[in-house]
C-alpha cells in the first residue's frame, strides 16, 4: 500500500514538515540519509553552538536541535528509516523512490535534503570543522569564539564578501582570501569590500593549512604565482566558496534552475510535479538559516495535507 507522505531528508526542514504531516494524521515516513550528501540531520549536525534558533536563549548545539525536532516528529507517529535514496519516478502516482534495498510508494513526495557547503579538501579543515572552521558566518559569526578576532573567509564571489562585511562587526579584523588577482563578484560588494578598513584582501593565494592545538590558531597561505608561504595568526576561517544542492538522486525527475536547485512555485512549496513538493536549502541558494529551513518545512507540510486532501488521497 502506497504511504500518504514521504519526506526524503532529515534536517530542520524535513523534521518540521514530519511535525506537522504526522500531527494531521499522514503518518509520515521520513527517509533520514545515511551516506550520500544529505547526512542524516543537514548541516546541522557539524555545527557546534546555534545562539540565532528562536527558543533557546543560552544556544543549543546542532545535534541536540536536530534530536529535539526528531524526537517531536517521532511522538506524533513518524516513522525514520535511515537510508539514502538512489533514484524516483514521479511520471506517475503513486510515485516510487528506490534504492538497493527497498522501493516505497507515496501518493505525495516532500523533497528536503539540502545542500552541501563545498568546502577544501585539507586534512587541517575536517579536523577543525566547528573548531574555528564553518561554512556560514551569518550562523556563526557572532559566537564568543570569533568576537574581536583576525577572521578569515574563502572565496572570491558575492557570499564570500557578503560573509566578509558581515564578519567585521564582531571581528578585529577579515582576510578576505582569494586565489585569483581579481574577484568574480558584482562591482558593487567588490567595492564594500575595498572600502571597509577591517577587511584585508589576500590576492593569488590558496589554503596550505589549518593549523592549531584544540581549536584554529593560524592559517598558512601559499601565494600561487610566488610560491612565497604566508602564516597568519587566525581564529576562525569561513568557506563561500559555494554549495551543492543535494539533488543528484532526481535524475531530471523534478525542474532545477541552473544551480542544481529545485524550482517551486513560490510562495508555494510545489514544484514541476502535481504532488511533489520541497523545502529547505534545496530550494533556498540564498539565506541557508535553519529557522527558514524550518519554516518552508511547514508550508511543504500544510500543502502536502491540502493536496492529498483535495485529491481524496488524505
Not at 533557546?56 to 537510508?83: N, Y
Not at 510508494?105 to 528536503?112: E, H, K, L, P, R
Not at 593569488?204 to 597568519?232: C, H, P, W
Request: glycine share 10%; net charge neutral; with cysteine.
Amino acid at each position: 500500500m502506497a504511504k500518504k507522505l514521504v519526506i526524503v531528508g532529515s534536517g530542520p526542514s524535513g523534521l518540521t514538515a514530519a511535525i506537522y504531516a504526522a500531527r494531521a494524521d499522514l503518518q509520515p515516513v521520513v527517509v533520514e540519509g545515511f551516506m550520500k550528501g544529505g547526512q542524516p540531520g543537514g548541516q546541522l549536525m557539524t555545527t557546534t553552538e546555534i545562539e540565532n534558533f528562536p527558543g533557546f536563549p543560552e544556544g543549543v548545539d546542532g545535534p541536540e536541535l536536530i534530536s529535539r525536532m526528531k524526537k517531536q516528529a517521532e511522538r506524533f507517529g513518524t516513522e525514520f528509516i535511515m537510508e539514502d535514496i538512489d533514484s524516483v519516478d514521479f511520471s506517475s502516482r503513486p510515485f516510487t523512490l528506490s534504492n538497493s534495498a527497498r522501493t516505497i510508494t507515496a501518493n505525495s513526495v516532500i523533497i528536503s535534503t539540502g545542500a552541501s557547503a563545498q568546502i577544501l579538501d585539507l586534512p587541517s579543515v575536517k579536523q577543525f570543522w566547528g573548531k574555528g572552521i564553518s561554512a556560514c558566518a551569518t550562523c556563526d559569526g557572532a559566537l564568543p569564539l570569533f568576537r574581536n578576532q583576525v577572521l578569515a573567509v574563502i572565496g572570491g564571489g558575492d557570499s564570500a564578501i557578503e560573509e566578509a562585511v558581515f564578519l567585521t562587526r564582531f571581528a578585529s579584523k577579515v582576510l578576505l582570501i582569494h586565489r585569483r588577482n581579481e574577484f568574480r563578484a558584482s562591482k558593487a560588494m567588490q567595492k564594500r569590500a575595498f572600502d571597509n578598513p577591517k577587511i584585508e584582501i589576500v590576492f593569488d593565494s590558496v589554503v596550505e593549512e589549518i593549523y592549531g592545538a584544540q581549536f584554529m590558531e593560524g592559517i598558512r597561505l601559499k601565494n600561487v604565482k610566488t610560491a612565497e608561504i604566508s602564516d597568519y595568526l587566525c581564529k576562525g576561517a569561513f568557506m563561500a566558496i559555494g554549495h551543492t544542492p543535494n539533488t543528484g538522486f532526481l535524475k531530471g525527475a523534478l525542474e532545477l534552475d541552473q544551480k542544481g536547485y529545485i524550482k517551486i512555485k513560490h510562495p508555494s512549496s510545489n514544484t514541476s510535479v502535481e504532488g511533489v513538493f520541497a523545502c529547505g536549502d534545496v530550494t533556498d541558494p540564498h539565506y541557508r538559516q535553519a529557522i527558514s529551513a524550518a519554516g518552508t518545512g511547514c508550508v511543504a507540510a500544510l500543502d502536502a495535507e491540502r493536496w492529498l486532501q483535495a485529491n481524496g488521497l488524505g
